[in-house]
């Protein structure tokens, strides 16, 4: 039996501030407008992902969450292994010595810690941590950012995943997508009470996929140009500058802000896209009752392309945040015992009638870090999953 | 006891297909974009008013659905009241035999033939009401368009209702208002198939006012000058031409998209403004259900400042599209009885579920005329409400 070779990594989830909503190359994922993201801890969520090769690997295969998907009808798994091996080609043709990996057939494995059915960008994390653990095994020289090119054809929010902290998705303008990555704004450390609290929605149909959703609001939506032409270009100059100044309440103000224009230009796509629901409006009156309560901002919601709510807020804010939250959540929620510190404030009825129904789980989280490489293997010694 | 003069009249409710939303002047009424409108029948949704003077009036007084309203506070109404007394002024300047009715009190009485509660538009059409029974009152030689700038300053969209059929607003130039009008862009006659369906909503909690409302998207939304300086301008000119060539499918598309892009305002209004819930959303997609087992548009939604829906349609179609809405709605839903000569047509579980439970309500009416003189009185022969 020849040598098995492995690398596992983690890889964390990110929820942009400024949203990533349009592609300009959809095969590319080369996005209309620029990004930017925190990166959440993977204590929470996190993919943990195995790469293997063997000679013994007639083919490439892989495992998500224990169950064999088909790797030869997805197109961007393709890309992003293509770009893998001719990358661990070159390296292997400066040095002769090295083993001919990039011939042999990979075997990956995949698993998340939290629920993929939650909408909770999984296959940003997924991307991030396949890319990383395949460069990895590969020992390829190449910088985050250069493997966050890679990781983006996967996903194209993936790419932000490559980095912890607060990191940006620069649009870039080459048709090649070579200056389309992502590059961090700051280092987890340098504002490091950030926290989240994700407000997990029971109805989770989506309504649209994101994927078709873009290419629906860029040749639909008559505001959409407004918003990448001018409203996110200045939004991501505010918000890169309100992350450097630890400046919370513009930060809550711009997430805001770009989370409400990102669904504007859903509502305006023909036909229409609706991913918040009663509940998500619900939680969002919640939030500036929150704020009008504290006198000033202290937590900000965001929304991507489904109804859950991601809550930002500081750690010295927390007792009085997650207090109304929980005076609004069901005692029944599932993660609502992490809110047991609080006292539960009181919330509007109308409000809490509508969270406390269609919020089914409660996830607290904090901002962290990137990608980190582990010697725990999702797949056994023989790069087959363990039985 | 002196003479009682008495002018009663109804008029219409209309429901705009480009919508009118944001005021350039807030005093005079005056808005961010042209819009334009069909009116509904007055046989099933009208105001009836009553203008009364006489010299043992001694002061302005009015009654809404039997209840007295105080006339003081209300500015809106002192301008229209200043507007018609001024012009009947100048009627008695220029013949001293004509009775001196602007020096007298003024009693006004008015009743809708449908809840107020519903949300459905009622204060322009009770504003279209005083302005002509006034206008009657004091026999002013004013054209409609004239009356029009004057029921404007009531309530805006009020200046529509002066008119059956449909209906343009010029939002005009001038800082004074003397060129922000209504005008008939073509008699209901011209195109006398159109009908309406409302779904009137069980929730009927209004998020914010109109009023307010506008005031807050013209600050604060960053996509809404995109949309009055381009987007409504252009489907104004596409709107009045598909209205004049009786193309449904233009009139339609350009009626869903508009109404889907006044909410995007909304919703990039900062704090969100939120009019449709979950249960538009469904009739949105059922509206969406219709039109694909069509295979052709042949209804189209649109929502005001509420989430009550106006679904038109033609009446070579009517069967069609009212055995969906009958498929999706209660029998006990008030007005079903209405649908009783329909089939119900089978509608997905999960929209039938959603507006079954949210719809209390419909109206089954048909596109109308102008605002109409009527011998019958809302007011007693003394001019005060009969007991």
């Known amino acids: 039996?020849?040598?098995?070779?492995?690398?596992?990594t983690t890889a964390p989830v990110n929820i942009a501030v400024v949203k990533y909503w349009g592609k300009r190359d959809p095969t590319l994922n080369l996005p209309t407008n620029s990004s930017i993201s925190v990166t959440l801890s993977q204590d929470d969520l996190r993919a943990w992902t195995t790469a293997s090769c063997s000679q013994d690997f007639p083919e490439d295969r892989m495992?998500?969450?224990?169950?064999?998907?088909?790797?030869?009808?997805?197109?961007?798994?393709l890309a992003c292994l293509?770009?893998?091996?001719?990358?661990?080609?070159?390296?292997?043709?400066?040095?002769?010595?090295?083993?001919?990996?990039?011939?042999m057939g990979l075997h990956i494995a995949s698993e998340n810690n939290f629920p993929t059915a939650a909408g909770l960008a999984s296959s940003a994390a997924g991307f991030a941590a396949l890319v990383r653990a395949v460069a990895d095994l590969y020992k390829l020289p190449s910088s985050r950012t250069e493997l966050s090119r890679?990781?983006?054809?996967?996903?194209?929010?993936?790419?932000?995943?490559?980095?912890?902290?607060?990191?940006?998705?620069?649009?870039?303008?080459?048709?090649?997508?070579?200056?389309?990555?992502?590059?961090?704004?700051?280092?987890?450390?340098?504002w490091p009470t950030?926290?989240?609290?994700?407000?997990?929605?029971?109805?989770?149909?989506?309504?649209?996929?994101?994927?078709?959703?873009?290419?629906?609001?860029?040749?639909?939506?008559?505001l959409f140009r407004e918003r990448i032409e001018r409203v996110v270009p200045d939004r991501m100059a505010r918000m890169t500058e309100a992350i450097r100044a630890r400046d919370f309440s513009t930060f809550a103000e711009l997430t805001m802000r770009d989370s409400n224009g990102f669904h504007a230009v859903c509502l305006d796509t023909y036909p229409p896209i609706f991913y918040m629901n009663d509940v998500s409006r619900a939680v969002v009156r919640l939030v500036e009752h929150i704020n009008g309560q504290a006198g000033e901002t202290v937590c900000?919601?965001?929304?991507?392309?489904?109804?859950?709510?991601?809550?930002?807020?500081?750690?010295?804010?927390?007792?009085?945040?997650?207090?109304?939250v929980k005076g609004a959540v069901s005692a029944t929620t599932r993660g609502a015992d992490g809110l047991s510190e609080q006292t539960a404030a009181s919330v509007p009825d109308?409000?809490?009638?509508?969270?406390?129904?269609?919020?089914?789980?409660?996830?607290?989280?904090?901002?962290?870090?990137?990608?980190?490489?582990?010697?725990?293997?999702v797949l056994g010694p023989d790069g087959f999953p363990r039985k």
């Open 82 to 103: 293509k770009e893998l091996r001719s990358l661990r080609t070159r390296v292997e043709q400066e040095d002769g010595t090295l083993p001919k990996l990039s011939g």
């Open 350 to 377: 109308v409000l809490a009638q509508t969270i406390s129904a269609g919020v089914s789980r409660v996830i607290l989280t904090k901002i962290g870090g990137g990608p980190e490489k582990t010697e725990r293997s």
């Open 63 to 77: 495992w998500l969450n224990g169950e064999e998907r088909s790797t030869t009808d997805d197109k961007r798994l």
């Open 194 to 222: 950030m926290k989240a609290c994700i407000l997990v929605a029971s109805a989770q149909k989506k309504d649209v996929s994101s994927t078709s959703g873009m290419q629906s609001t860029t040749k639909t939506s008559l």
């Open 300 to 324: 900000a919601y965001t929304y991507d392309a489904g109804p859950n709510t991601v809550i930002y807020y500081l750690r010295e804010n927390e007792a009085r945040v997650l207090s109304f």
């Open 1 to 8: 039996m020849s040598t098995v070779h492995l690398s596992s």
């Open 150 to 190: 890679i990781a983006r054809q996967g996903s194209g929010s993936a790419c932000r995943s490559l980095f912890g902290g607060y990191v940006a998705w620069e649009m870039g303008t080459r048709e090649d997508g070579s200056d389309s990555q992502a590059v961090q704004v700051a280092e987890a450390d340098h």
